[in-house]
T-cell receptor, first 112, second 109 residues
Framework: DTAVSQTPKYLVTQMGNDKSIKCEQN?????MYWYKQDSKKFLKIMFS???????INETVPNRFSPKSPDKAHLNLHINSLELGDSAVYFC???????????FGEGSRLTVL | TQLLEQSPQFLSIQEGENLTVYCNSS?????LQWYRQEPGEGPVLLVT?????EVKKLKRLTFQFGDARKDSSLHITAAQPGDTGLYLC?????????FGTGTSLTVIP
């Protein structure tokens, strides 16, 4: 069973479109994250939710809106996609009291 | 945003050689982790170091946390092709994990 699963794995879309990426974890973790990995492989945190509450919101454009319907799910919706949004988006989870981050396989977004 | 600089950025070595990767910051972290990421996959945790000066060994990998908890190093002895991948350090402050700039290692058979 996949611990942290993201869908879709690949997403190719036109500028200006709206798209969503979904993430689910079956590890019983209470904290989930979205990270963006750029072409230079730098992993930058975007958002974090603990028990469905937003606890970290880094400097991310308002076009990005996370939603956590429950502890096991964290989705990312992106409005009005721009070329610079092209990247691999990783979902991760952990127990707040523990250290290890468990990552999904990533969702590669390409904006044309 | 906390910045963790890793060096070198790229490393290509022959099988059997030793190597060291460095992770430096001006910030103090409560813990520091090392992850390895393979193409098409997410990063996977290798080790967590918590105490300043701590040294941890994982088979051929040796991890050290700086005394001031601002920097760390990863030493690999007798590198093997299976060690190929992107190595990322990550500093932890509370809820946040700040990742380093990454070191891409290629071990040539």
């Amino acid at each position: 069973d996949t611990a942290v699963s993201q869908t879709p794995k690949y997403l190719v879309t036109q500028m200006g479109n709206d798209k969503s990426i979904k993430c689910e974890q079956n590890l019983g973790h209470d904290t989930m994250y979205w990270y963006k990995q750029d072409s230079k492989k730098f992993l930058k945190i975007m958002f974090s939710y603990n028990n469905k509450e937003l606890i970290i919101n880094e400097t991310v454009p308002n076009r990005f809106s996370p939603k956590s319907p429950d502890k096991a799910h964290l989705n990312l919706h992106i409005n009005s996609l721009e070329l610079g949004d092209s990247a691999v988006y990783f979902c991760a989870s952990r127990l707040l009291a523990a250290g290890e981050l468990f990552f999904g396989e990533g969702s590669r977004l390409t904006v044309l | 945003t906390q910045l963790l600089e890793q060096s070198p950025q790229f490393l290509s070595i022959q099988e059997g050689e030793n190597l060291t990767v460095y992770c430096n910051s001006s910030s103090v972290f409560s813990s520091l982790q090392w992850y390895r990421q393979e193409p098409g996959e997410g990063p996977v945790l290798l080790v967590t170091v918590v105490t300043g000066g701590e040294v941890k060994k994982l088979k051929r990998l040796t991890f050290q946390f700086g005394d001031a908890r601002k920097d760390s190093s990863l030493h690999i002895t007798a590198a093997q092709p299976g060690d190929t991948g992107l190595y990322l350090c990550a500093g932890n402050t509370g809820n946040q994990f700040y990742f380093g700039t990454g070191t891409s290692l290629t071990v040539i058979p």
